[in-house]
């Protein structure tokens, strides 16, 4: 039996690990005590050796109820499954909520938010005045793009590798007010920043006024060196509207530092936060310039508020972000970032030595972190997807766009090392398989 110290320190501790609303189950006790005793165990241990101990790692997989999923899932890119307390605060606030929805939502759930805002704010590294919470990236972004006074013949600066529901948002405002949308293009994988921020400063003109830049190429998982291009664009007087949809709960790093203007993310995907949240930064003192998209009695406000006025919207799933937060820094943000990495590290430098098999990510640290694209010679990226799914029950997602094919995987926290071996074992039999057909047809 522990002695009193012990489970004092344990409750202490567990007490740190919960939210604004948390009831501690005893799961999430035991949970918070283990995680608790194994940060001890490793404290002095860096971020970078982290990333190989399988008995650290085991413990955070056993909280994702997906690590046990019939279906590997290596689409966490798209969007990332939550671990167990998570999901288990979702379902005790949808029954408190459930109750009597108004008075639980609107005046016991609600109240959630100022302490949600403040721990986003922490991780974020900003002022909690700089943050509105959301649904997604996309609600958070497209706030920005149209809430952005731009006058007929004003110019944006994008790329063809950003989001589609972002370039389709200022393909509206061209068509529908006159700005100019310019895009440019890129062949990825680049591993030199200067190429990119050079790229990006011959598209300035004297009319640019934005430069809409993706954090991490959702199609191949290029990091941009956001910083080295936002001080390029501010010199020129251009203001800078970043997706971190990839990068925010993944990468290590604080929002301001990035001397950026905008910033929008999904807390969906690497966060694990419940699927349908997002969240908005905004610099302090752009707030007042941008329109909200949704209405609000003051719209020309510098209070970063007026852009949550949402109307109904889950209460449980906003207020179950903060058990996810916990979750993040509970593990440690560093050492996430390195262990994600060295997962796709693991699968990818192993798929490379395959014949045939050729890896479309650069695996170097400065350009790329969970996600990598791949494709076997003489098969479509629909086909490997397909073939993936039906033989080996693996999920990933096919992308043929543009100059980009290739199959694209991401694994998260929760994946096992087993199950990229059996990633990479589909890829060489597949590879393999693939050959052999080639070579009858040709002999028939
Ligand atoms: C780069 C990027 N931006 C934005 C989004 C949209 O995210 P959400 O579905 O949260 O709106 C995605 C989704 O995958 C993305 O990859």
Redesign the pocket.
């Known amino acids: 039996m522990k002695s009193t110290t012990n489970r004092r320190d344990f409750f202490r501790k567990a007490a740190v690990l919960t939210g604004a609303f948390s009831c501690n189950s005893l799961y999430q006790q035991l949970f918070a005590e283990d995680l608790a005793a194994k940060s001890d165990l490793y404290k002095n241990v860096s971020a970078e050796k982290m990333a190989e101990n399988e008995d650290f790692w085991a413990l955070i997989q056993q909280a994702y109820p997906a690590s046990s999923s019939p279906v590997l899932n290596l689409n966490n ?3 990332s499954p939550s671990p167990k307390l998570v999901l288990d605060a979702v379902d005790r606030y949808n029954q408190m909520s459930n109750q009597a929805p108004s008075y639980y939502m609107w005046r016991i759930l609600d109240q959630g938010r100022e302490p949600l805002r403040e721990k986003l704010a922490l991780l974020a590294g900003c002022d909690p005045e700089e943050i509105a919470v959301n649904r ?4 958070a ?1 497209n706030t920005v793009i149209y809430g952005i006074d731009l006058e007929k013949g004003d110019e944006v600066i994008g790329c063809k590798q ?2 589609p ?2 370039m389709q948002a200022w393909t509206q405002r061209a068509q529908r007010e006159g700005i100019v949308y310019k895009q440019i293009s890129f062949d990825f994988p680049i591993e030199d920043e200067d190429t990119i921020v050079e790229h990006y400063r011959n598209a300035i003109t004297s009319r640019t006024r934005i430069l809409h830049l ?1 954090h ?3 199609w191949v998982g290029q990091i941009m060196p956001v910083k080295k291009i936002c001080q390029m664009a501010h010199e020129k007087g251009v203001e800078v509207i970043v ?1 971190g ?2 990068s925010f709960g993944l990468l290590d790093f604080n929002i301001p530092d990035l001397d950026a203007d905008y910033f929008g993310t ?1 807390l ?2 690497y966060l694990s936060a419940p699927i349908g949240t ?1 969240m908005l930064w905004i610099n302090k003192k752009n707030i007042s310039k941008v329109w909200p998209l949704l209405c609000h009695g003051d719209p020309k406000s510098a209070d970063i508020r007026k852009f949550e006025t949402l109307g109904t919207r889950s209460f449980p799933i906003e207020q179950g972000i903060g058990e996810a937060l916990n979750f993040h820094n509970g593990l440690g943000a560093g050492r996430k970032e390195e262990r994600v990495r060295y997962l796709k590290n693991y699968w990818a430098e192993k798929a490379m030595s395959i014949p045939s098999v050729k890896i479309h990510t650069s695996l170097k640290t400065a350009y790329s972190c969970a996600i990598a694209g791949v494709s076997i010679e003489g098969m479509t990226p629909q086909a490997l997807g397909q073939q993936l799914l039906s033989k080996y029950k693996i999920h990933t997602t096919s992308i043929s766009y543009g100059n980009i094919n290739c199959v694209r995987v991401s694994p998260h926290v929760y994946t096992r090392l087993s199950d990229l071996d059996r990633l990479v074992l589909a890829l060489s039999r597949l590879a393999e398989e693939n050959g052999n057909q080639s070579l009858n047809s040709k002999g028939a």
């Open positions: 890119g798209g969007v997604n990236a996309t609600e972004l950003d989001y529901n972002m993706t991490v190429i959702n997706d949809a990839h999904s969906h995907k997002g």
